[in-house]
Structures are given as structure tokens and as C-alpha cells.
């Protein structure tokens, strides 16, 4: 959803790609399989889940930090290993393992040491009130959002438009699995 987002936000919103990684590529994957990293205009939008200490001597750029709560990112990540690799995963196993981490890796961005740049955005502030976020992105960002614009990011957004166009955000594609 913050893909999109940042796409919808820094761009035309034009839907011809193929998989939302070809125009923001989950970094990590990108440098494994060699793939390019790709710019959008003058911006490069680049997911990431590495640890604070990977990325604190970063010098050019923001970020953008979704917190969601723990319960629910377990949850979440549950349901994602079930659906693409492991059907028999443990709720309680797993959730044992990915607490102690969810807190550690949390806390490491939440002090941020190193003074980057960063909006934390909690996950059940962007559903509850998507607008309001998006406004506060685009002011951190220095991103004027016009209505129209605006009213389009709100749109592509929508879990509506997001379902009617699953392939384009769901499982990562071939070209892009290590």
C-alpha cells in the first residue's frame, strides 16, 4: 500500500507496469538477483524491511517508516506464509520467534541515532484516515498535491482498485525472486 502510495504520489499514476516492483523494487531482492534499481522522474521509491544499522549512514533521501502493531504485523505475516510457502506455519511458533524481534527492530528505528530523516507512519492511522496521512507525506516530502492528484492517489489506493489489479501488487514475479 505505501508503494503505491509513494508511486501515485511521485508520478503521472501511469498503471502500465507490469508488477508494482518494476518501479519500486524491494531493494534487498533487487541487489541479489541483479536486477536495476529504477527511477521514477527524479525520485527512487525503494522498499525495504533491513535493520536501522543497514541503512543509517544513508546521506541522500527520506524515509518513510510504517509502524504497524505487533499483534497485526504477526498476524499479517502469517497469513502471508501460509498463502506462498507455508501452509502449515504455526501462529504461536511464529509469533514466540517474530515478537522479540518485531520490538528490536522497531526500537532501533523508532531512536534513530544517526538523526535521518524519517516519518513514522502507524499503519492503522493510514486505514483509519488515509487523507490526512497522505497530506502529511506530501508535506514531509515537498510534494504539492493538487485535488486531482490527490483524488487519484486516494483512488489507485483503494483496496477496490488494488483487488481489480491483484497481479500488479501480489506475489512478487519471476523476474524478481532470488
Not at 486516494?154 to 483487488?163: A, I, P, Q
Request: contains cysteine.
Amino acid at each position: 500500500l505505501m508503494q503505491m502510495i509513494l508511486y501515485q504520489m511521485t508520478t503521472d499514476g501511469n498503471m502500465d507496469f507490469d508488477h508494482l516492483y518494476d518501479v519500486s523494487p524491494w531493494c534487498r531482492h533487487a541487489a541479489f538477483s541483479n536486477q536495476e534499481m529504477p527511477s521514477v522522474g527524479d525520485r527512487r521509491i525503494v522498499k525495504t524491511h533491513d535493520e536501522y544499522d543497514d541503512l543509517k549512514s544513508i546521506k541522500k533521501g527520506k524515509f518513510i517508516f510504517v509502524i504497524r502493531d505487533c499483534l497485526d504485523a504477526i498476524a499479517s505475516f502469517h497469513e502471508h506464509l501460509k498463502d506462498y510457502n507455508n501452509r502449515s506455519v504455526n501462529f504461536m511458533e511464529l509469533s514466540d520467534r517474530k515478537m522479540k524481534n518485531w520490538f528490536e527492530y522497531t526500537t532501533k528505528w523508532a531512536q534513530n541515532e544517526n538523526n535521518l530523516p524519517i516519518m513514522y507512519v502507524h499503519y492503522e492511522d493510514l486505514i483509519a484516515d488515509k487523507k490526512a496521512v497522505i497530506a502529511s507525506m506530501a508535506d514531509f516530502l515537498g510534494i504539492e498535491l493538487g485535488d486531482d492528484v490527490l483524488t487519484r492517489v486516494l483512488d489507485r489506493t483503494s483496496f477496490e482498485v488494488m483487488k481489480s489489479h491483484e497481479a500488479k501488487f501480489g506475489e512478487q514475479p519471476e523476474n524478481w525472486k532470488v
